[in-house]
Structure formats: structure tokens, C-alpha cells
């Protein structure tokens, strides 16, 4: 349920842009989870230089997952912490100035996932 959910969101996207692919082989097809698929150097990468462009572009997908994926936990934390902060005005502040910062982390990964993609569609587009 996931990948079809997936596929239907990033084929989505990938249509709005025109097709940007991120330079990985063709197995990955359009899910979400090709995104995170680690490049091969045979078929349609090519030269040695776009086989580091998939390999940094994976390495980058993973590194913004995981901080995603930390900034959302911190997220839930002090959400729990500022619904359990009762009366007390210290906890309560201190829970949502981390709740902010939560979403600002979040933020910044997205923005940056965003830029990723796009550069490297930029990219894409100039070396053919």
C-alpha cells in the first residue's frame, strides 16, 4: 500500500518537472523507495562521473532521511512533554521551544531535499 502510494505521489512530481530522474538505473522505476536505491555502474548511468552523482545522490537521500527522521521523533517528544507539562510554566516553555525548533528541523530537511532534487535535475539536464 505504501509503494502504491508512493508511486502515485512521485509520479505525480516527476511529471510536474518534466521527468527528472536522479541518474540511477533503471530497476528503481518511479517509487518512493527508489530514491534511496543505490546505483549500479552498469546500464544507463554510463560514465564514471555520474556513478558518483547517484552514489553522493544516495548518500545524501539517506543522510536527510535520518535527520527527518530524528527531527520528527524530537518532534513527537516535546509534544508529549508539553501535553504532560501540567501547570508548570518552565516545562511547558521549554517543550515548545523544542516543538518549534522540531518543525524548523523539518523544514530545513524538506527545503534541502528540495534543492537536491532540483540541482541534480539541473544537472541531469546539462550533461545531455
Known amino acids: 500500500m505504501i509503494n502504491s502510494l508512493s508511486n502515485f505521489f512521485v509520479s505525480r512530481a516527476q511529471a510536474q518537472f518534466g521527468g527528472i530522474t536522479n541518474g540511477l538505473n533503471a530497476t528503481t522505476g518511479n517509487s518512493f523507495f527508489g530514491l534511496f536505491a543505490l546505483p549500479t555502474k ?37 509534544g508529549v512533554n508539553y501535553i504532560t507539562a ?26 534541502a531535499f528540495t534543492i537536491l532534487r532540483f540541482a541534480v535535475g539541473l544537472g541531469n539536464q546539462i550533461s545531455q
Do not use: C, E, H, M
Not at 552514489?55 to 527522521?69: C, D, R, S
Not at 501540567?86 to 527545503?111: E, F, L, P, S, Y
Open 86 to 111: 501540567g501547570g508548570d510554566a518552565d516545562k511547558a516553555t521549554k517543550a515548545r521551544t523544542g516543538i518549534i525548533n522540531a518543525i524548523i528541523g523539518i523544514i530545513v530537511v524538506v527545503i
Open 42 to 78: 552498469s546500464g544507463a548511468i554510463g560514465t564514471p562521473q555520474n556513478y558518483f552523482a547517484g552514489v553522493v545522490g544516495f548518500v545524501l537521500n539517506w543522510v536527510l532521511a535520518i535527520v527527518a527522521l530524528i527531527a520528527f521523533v524530537y518532534l513527537v517528544i516535546n
